[in-house]
């Protein structure tokens, strides 16, 4: 419930330890007007507790995300740093080629161009890699600085599987559903409030407890006893007024329920897109990697091939141009694999464990 753990203090009547003896006279909530206006108050503050509580969750999604970015990046570094090794390990070959007079100055300076291209990638790199760990630390509440690397997650082999069978009711614990949730309470309140107000005002009891006399002209059955109520207590019949005001306060209901539907409606969208995404990049990720493989073995053969004098240097840098770009793919499958795993979190209100109560 998302009101449970809120204190209740007398029941949500507060008073005066010290009453008057003269004219003191206490509203008796009759038909539930000051009870419903309290409920209507006590669902506003929990509905402003939940959106606290939904910008917490949305603190650890991005926390989590912007570590996962931190950790792509790195991996894209390593292989910016490995493709620039690569190329100088062909620049190399070729260059000592061209020194024995069985290589051309196009190969030595193709090879030299595609090494400084991948070398200047990594600066870059290593830039953006401080900016996403300054964003950490920020979120983290702590200066900007270095952030520690627990693991690799991207290098594993696939990111936490999610289980079978989570239930619809996990929903009921997304900030913006309880939110909405309170809110439909309150406009709900209101409604008994506007409704109340069409109903008179009284005393009980008038100068030392006795009876008042709007209550004894009720008592009676006066066939003036609501024109006599209304004229003792206080507004009964105001015009079109009222009705007004209730008419805006059932069309502000209105509103708040269908509020309440729209947002469930979304928040099953956006599960089933993480679910979907998840399923999807997966199978994107066991291809890519396959292709990956696929060019590592092509860029070894190609170059066995080219130090035995059976391929030209084309090939080698063909195989190589490929190999890289595909590595960087991956990385970016990988990453978002488990942004989806992340948007899921997101959308369930915080994963899908259940809660502890």
């Given at each position: 419930?998302a009101?449970?753990g809120?204190?209740?203090?007398?029941n949500?009547?507060?008073?005066?330890?010290?009453?008057?003896a003269a004219?003191?006279?206490?509203?008796?909530?009759?038909?539930?007007?000051?009870?419903r206006?309290n409920?209507s108050a006590?669902?506003?503050y929990?509905?402003?507790?939940?959106?606290?509580?939904?910008?917490?969750?949305?603190?650890?999604?991005q926390?989590?995300?912007?570590?996962?970015?931190?950790?792509?990046?790195d991996?894209?570094?390593?292989i910016?740093?490995?493709a620039?090794?690569?190329?100088?390990?062909?620049?190399?070959?070729f260059?000592?080629?061209?020194?024995?007079g069985v290589?051309?100055?196009?190969?030595?300076?193709?090879?030299e161009?595609?090494?400084?291209?991948a070398?200047a990638?990594?600066?870059?790199?290593?830039?953006?890699i401080?900016?996403?760990?300054?964003?950490?630390?920020?979120?983290?509440?702590?200066n900007p600085?270095?952030?520690?690397r627990a693991?690799?997650?991207?290098?594993?082999p696939?990111?936490p599987?999610v289980?079978?069978?989570l239930p619809?009711?996990l929903?009921e614990?997304?900030?913006d559903?309880?939110?909405?949730?309170?809110?439909?309470?309150?406009?709900?309140?209101?409604?008994?409030?506007?409704?109340?107000?069409?109903?008179?005002?009284?005393?009980?009891?008038?100068?030392?407890?006795?009876?008042?006399?709007?209550?004894?002209?009720?008592?009676?059955?006066?066939?003036?006893?609501?024109n006599?109520?209304?004229?003792?207590?206080?507004?009964?019949?105001?015009g079109?007024?009222?009705?007004?005001?209730?008419?805006?306060?059932?069309?502000?209901?209105e509103?708040?329920?269908?509020?309440y539907?729209?947002t469930?409606?979304n928040?099953?969208?956006?599960?089933?897109?993480?679910l979907?995404?998840r399923q999807?990049l997966?199978?994107?990720?066991?291809?890519?990697?396959r292709?990956?493989d696929?060019?590592?073995e092509?860029?070894?053969?190609?170059?066995?091939?080219?130090r035995?004098g059976?391929?030209?240097?084309?090939?080698?840098?063909?195989?190589?141009?490929?190999?890289?770009?595909?590595?960087?793919?991956l990385?970016?499958?990988?990453?978002?694999?488990?942004?989806?795993?992340?948007?899921?979190?997101r959308?369930l209100?915080g994963g899908?464990?259940?809660e502890?109560?």
């Amino acid at each position: 419930n998302a009101a449970s753990g809120a204190p209740s203090y007398n029941n949500g009547v507060t008073g005066n330890t010290f009453i008057a003896a003269a004219g003191a006279s206490w509203e008796v909530d009759l038909w539930g007007r000051i009870r419903r206006l309290n409920e209507s108050a006590r669902a506003q503050y929990f509905a402003t507790q939940e959106a606290r509580r939904d910008v917490t969750t949305s603190l650890i999604s991005q926390v989590a995300q912007a570590y996962f970015q931190l950790v792509a990046l790195d991996e894209e570094l390593g292989i910016a740093r490995l493709a620039t090794n690569s190329y100088g390990d062909s620049f190399k070959l070729f260059s000592d080629r061209l020194n024995g007079g069985v290589a051309s100055r196009l190969e030595t300076s193709t090879a030299e161009a595609l090494e400084a291209t991948a070398a200047a990638t990594i600066p870059e790199l290593e830039r953006q890699i401080v900016v996403q760990e300054n964003l950490i630390s920020v979120l983290a509440g702590e200066n900007p600085g270095p952030v520690t690397r627990a693991g690799a997650p991207l290098k594993e082999p696939m990111p936490p599987d999610v289980p079978a069978g989570l239930p619809s009711s996990l929903l009921e614990r997304r900030p913006d559903i309880r939110e909405a949730e309170q809110l439909v309470r309150s406009a709900n309140a209101q409604v008994g409030v506007a409704e109340a107000s069409f109903l008179p005002q009284i005393d009980l009891t008038a100068l030392f407890g006795q009876v008042s006399p709007a209550l004894s002209t009720f008592t009676f059955g006066s066939a003036n006893a609501w024109n006599l109520a209304a004229s003792a207590s206080g507004p009964l019949f105001q015009g079109g007024q009222l009705v007004a005001q209730y008419r805006q306060v059932k069309a502000a209901w209105e509103q708040a329920r269908l509020q309440y539907q729209a947002t469930v409606l979304n928040a099953m969208e956006e599960v089933s897109d993480a679910l979907v995404a998840r399923q999807k990049l997966a199978e994107e990720r066991v291809q890519q990697a396959r292709a990956v493989d696929a060019y590592q073995e092509g860029t070894k053969v190609a170059m066995e091939r080219y130090r035995q004098g059976q391929a030209n240097y084309y090939e080698v840098l063909q195989e190589q141009q490929l190999l890289f770009p595909a590595e960087d793919t991956l990385v970016q499958t990988k990453l978002n694999q488990v942004l989806a795993i992340v948007q899921l979190y997101r959308a369930l209100g915080g994963g899908w464990t259940p809660e502890a109560h």
